[in-house]
């Protein structure tokens, strides 16, 4: 091999080393082998090893001259065509299996499972699933009406009992899949014991929905499916809107006008400013993704964690939350609508981690949104006096009105056996609230064969 070829030759190896520990140094959000990767990322580890000694094969046939013969002509094959024959068929091959490669090194990992575009978008709730979003994960099951359920009719049967519960993520449990998810348990649990009845246990809760959104949601989509029963729980997500956060534009209004939500990354990708000249090369694209957030991310990560500890975050007590107000507004408005319409009512207290006896931390849900813009960060006696607050409201508001009120907070322990953050539920945790509320119904009459 001459002095050129060495040189190539080094340039590769380390090249090729430099990605294999680049990759190696990642740590996946589903941490299923090792304690680390996810079963796709480490497929493609396994796939880039087993690759190498291939690669280093090819890479010497490239740099000797070959000679073909067919029939009676000769051909010279030099290393300068083998090379470009050789980046033809990567271009090919990239192009045509850049989706699956990528999917199997998971380059789009995502903490949701699923993403939100144009298409969701909503002039009045600011967002609602669709079936598209099904591609992204098969295991959301949203139906053409935007529930996470099969698809129904706005008719039913006579003898068909309908519940609809509504809510945010929570509710909503996309991390989880259809028949995991604790909506979904509660119908298979009262079909099971009721079995002569006709039981639907629709699932209209919605990512980042708060009491508003629950009350436009029931007065212009719930309602016209002539439900029997609602079962609601809010609260985590009106405390979050109290909040200065990035998501916000100029301070709190009470008519939550201020907060842009979900929504909040298509506005501004709309009014951010644009280059005059925009080029979007898809592969070029998936691979600074790739680079600017997998490759040696755990040093990364590490690096920024020293940086930001050298500056300690600070946490500060916060004793009101204006939003208890605007909550208290909606939830009544809700109750009053609901009874008048002769529906069955069932309010319920909003989950949730936060203990007093735990470290504070920044990395809350609501926690961060409420201390990311200033760095000043509510301490864990905050968060739960707040989220208490709310909670209280909710369960005056059932005293006031006469309706049923079930305390999934008081009955599920806050580790992380039951919930995977702040707010949302492990596989154990969609079974526990599944059977507090079940045993709720049944125990105390609600459902109305019962009486």
Not at 49 to 68: D, G, N, Q
Not at 244 to 268: E, K, M, N, Q
Request: glycine share 4%.
């Amino acid at each position: 091999m001459d002095y050129k070829k060495k040189i190539f030759f080094v340039v590769f190896i380390s090249v090729y080393i430099y990605l294999f520990f680049g990759f190696l140094l990642h740590t996946s959000l589903k941490q299923e082998v090792l304690g680390k990767y996810s079963f796709k990322y480490a497929l493609g580890l396994l796939i880039f090893v087993f690759l190498f000694p291939f690669l280093i094969a090819i890479f010497k046939y490239c740099f000797t001259v070959s000679k073909l013969k067919l029939k009676t002509k000769k051909i010279t094959v030099t290393p300068q065509r083998k090379i470009l024959l050789l980046l033809f068929i990567s271009c090919s091959f990239f192009l045509i299996s850049k989706s699956f490669i990528f999917n199997a090194i998971n380059h789009k990992e995502k903490a949701f499972p699923y993403s939100l575009g144009m298409k969701n978008f909503h002039p009045f709730l600011q967002s609602k699933l669709l079936p598209d979003n099904n591609t992204d994960n098969q295991e959301l099951h949203i139906n053409s009406e935007s529930f996470r359920y099969d698809e129904i009719t706005k008719e039913k049967s006579s003898d068909t009992y309908r519940i609809f519960v509504m809510g945010g993520s929570t509710v909503e449990n996309a991390t989880v899949s259809y028949e995991q998810n604790l909506v979904r348990l509660l119908e298979k649990k009262i079909q099971q014991k009721y079995k002569d009845k006709k039981i639907q246990v629709i699932n209209a809760g919605n990512s980042g929905y708060t009491s508003e959104h629950s009350l436009i949601q029931y007065l212009f989509h719930v309602r016209d499916f002539d439900p029997d029963m609602i079962i609601l729980w809010q609260g985590i997500n009106d405390m979050y809107y109290s909040c200065d956060t990035i998501a916000t534009i100029g301070s709190y209004r009470d008519d939550y006008s201020h907060y842009l939500g979900v929504v909040w990354p298509l506005v501004r990708s709309y009014y951010d400013p644009k280059p005059v000249i925009s080029v979007n090369i898809q592969g070029v694209d998936i691979a600074t993704n790739l680079f600017s957030t997998i490759l040696y991310s755990d040093i990364r990560n590490y690096i920024s964690d020293i940086k930001i500890n050298a500056d300690k975050p600070k946490y500060i007590t916060i004793k009101d939350f204006p939003s208890i107000r605007s909550f208290e507004r909606n939830m009544t408005y809700f109750t009053k609508i609901v009874q008048m319409d002769g529906i069955k009512l069932v309010l319920a207290s909003q989950p949730y981690l936060y203990r007093t006896d735990l470290p504070n931390s920044k990395n809350w849900i609501v926690g961060s949104a409420c201390g990311e813009k200033k760095h000043l960060y509510p301490d864990n006696a905050s968060l739960v006096a707040g989220i208490e607050s709310f909670n209280a409201v909710s369960e005056k508001i059932s005293k006031e009105y006469g309706v049923s009120f079930v305390d999934i907070e008081s009955h599920i322990p806050k580790t992380s056996t039951y919930f995977v953050d702040d707010v949302h539920f492990t596989k154990k945790g969609n079974e526990k609230v599944a059977d507090i509320i079940f045993g709720f119904l049944t125990e105390n009459n609600i459902l109305p064969w019962q009486l």
